[in-house]
């Protein structure tokens, strides 16, 4: 989630409004499934934390903050807290353009039950140092998230963006989470015993892939042998990082495979066979070519490759594509769409096969341009299917607001079961929506999942006035992933 990748899904967008607006960002990465992966305060409910990487702090552009909203019977509500480098407990302070919240993750890092926030400020400087980056972990508790520390991060340097996207898997096999970070050119991962006061140290992972920076990550059990492996999109080439069976040494974490590049990454059980797949967006194949023939015509696609243990990796490298164009599919490829921008993935109907929600963020919705919807494929036996493939905007009744210039609905995407009933919630935001202050204020939705799909009915809807925040926030920057 660097800001870099950020710029190119609103580029657009920023032009219109200041020209200097903190972008969209592509993609989140998917968290393990621990038993509290993001139950901050331990009620029994999945939580949600919510980027605003570019927000003013204390006259500080850029500074970054970030929304917690906790879930309940109802679902998400508007019960939050609201951090930044400035709040009690946190380390460091908020400064210009560090981008706190730049990247969002979680886990029970310290095994006393609660999940513990993940967030990466990639712009995050030093005295002597622009934009090295750093990671903050709040931890979760009955009282959540008072107390923090930052994740030792090797040796600073201008650009490193450290932190640029975080993800919490089992990649050991030891049946504890371990924590992988990438920067603009390099990955970390940690694995050990975290405390409140000390963090493991991070293990610098050689990476020999075709190409340098723009890394999105997801963990996921591809080949069902009970390790997560490490799924990293660069634009050209997916790296496929884990461990061959029996190693548990942390440096024998390798890259394993490679597969066709992207801008959005993630991972779920596609097909119900106990082992993850993966979905790979590629928004905006003109201007981040992965050297494949684009389908799409510059609309954006997705390739979907099926967990396999058969191949080195764990993922089969049949590539299966979806874009507008693709039988029962929605809609028609329109070049700048950037179908693809925000992928989620996680099992709407309870039926033991997960979903694939996408985002089409500079979808046109009739006269007004970028406003941007998301499109819901179904998961079944054979895989991802378009039968009953379904789309999602501010125009579909019963989702409050309506579609309008530059909204760009759908900038992120998060499938996750807020009110406990076993099916999988949609939460997607706007961060342009209603701009103030030269920037979007943002918004969020809730969609809930039923037996047979999302829900249009009962839509919760969530601004600046219900998260308590100042107009131009820019809610929903980024998601949890």
């Known amino acids: 989630m660097r800001h870099s990748v950020r710029l190119t899904v609103a580029a657009v967008i920023a032009a219109s409004l200041t020209g200097s607006l903190l972008a969209v960002s592509a993609e989140s990465a998917a968290a393990a499934p621990y038993k509290r992966a993001d139950d901050f305060n331990g009620d029994g409910y999945r939580d949600l934390a919510i980027g605003m990487p570019g927000k003013t702090v204390n006259g500080h552009q850029g500074a970054g903050a970030v929304l917690v909203t906790f879930g309940s019977a109802r679902g998400l509500t508007k019960k939050h807290i609201y951090l930044t480098q400035d709040s009690t407990g946190i380390p460091g302070s908020a400064r210009y353009q560090d981008f706190f919240g730049s990247s969002l993750a979680s886990g029970d890092l310290n095994h006393d039950g609660y999940a513990d926030l993940l967030v990466g400020s990639e712009g995050d400087s030093t005295s002597s140092t622009s934009a090295s980056g750093s990671v903050t972990v709040l931890w979760g508790g009955a009282s959540p998230l008072r107390s923090a520390l930052s ?4 040796p600073a340097f201008d650009s490193r963006m450290f932190g640029a996207d975080i993800a919490v898997g ?4 030891d049946s504890a989470p371990d924590v992988a970070v990438t920067g603009s050119t390099a990955l970390w991962l940690y694995s050990g015993t975290f405390t409140r006061t000390k963090a493991p140290a991070g293990h610098d992972v050689p990476a020999q892939g075709p190409s340098a920076g723009s890394w999105h990550i997801a963990a996921g059990d591809f080949d069902g042998e009970g390790k997560d492996e490490l799924a990293i999109a660069q634009q050209k080439a997916t790296l496929i990082f884990g461990q061959a069976p029996g190693t548990t040494d942390i440096g024998d974490f390798t890259e394993q495979t490679h597969l066709a590049g992207g801008n959005a990454i993630a991972a779920g059980d596609l097909n119900g066979d106990g082992r993850a797949d993966l979905a790979i967006g590629l928004s905006d194949p003109r201007l981040s070519p992965n050297g494949l023939t684009d ?4 609309a954006g696609y997705v390739t979907v490759h099926y967990g396999n243990s058969a191949y080195f990796g764990g993922l089969d490298p049949t590539r299966h594509v979806y874009h507008q164009n693709t039988a029962g599919v929605p809609g028609t490829n329109e070049r700048g769409d950037n179908f693809g921008a925000a992928l989620s993935i996680a099992d709407i109907t309870g039926d033991h096969r997960d979903e694939l929600a996408i985002g ?3 979808q046109s919705i009739g006269r007004a341009s970028r406003a941007g919807d998301v499109l819901v494929l179904r998961g079944a036996n054979s895989g991802l299917t378009t039968n009953g493939a379904a789309t999602y905007s501010q125009n579909t009744p019963g989702i409050p607001g309506s579609a309008e210039t530059n909204d760009v609905f759908g900038s992120q995407v998060r499938l996750a079961d807020f009110n406990r009933d076993g099916k999988a919630d ?3 935001s706007a961060p342009y929506e209603d701009p103030a ?4 204020s943002g ?3 809730q969609l809930r999942g039923t037996n047979s799909g999302l829900s249009t009915s009962s839509v919760s809807a969530f601004g600046p ?3 308590g925040v100042s107009p131009g926030s820019g809610i929903g920057e980024t998601l949890l992933g």
Not at 151 to 154: I, R, S, V, W, Y
Not at 170 to 173: A, E, K, L
Not at 295 to 298: D, I, T, V, W
């Open 170 to 173: 089992d990649f050991t096999g």
């Open 437 to 440: 202050h030269n920037r979007g």
């Open 465 to 467: 006035k219900e998260y």
């Open 443 to 445: 918004a969020l939705w």
């Open 151 to 154: 994740l030792p991060a090797g």
């Open 295 to 298: 389908p799409s015509h510059g």
């Open 360 to 362: 089409v963020p500079y």
């Open 426 to 428: 949609l939460a997607v």
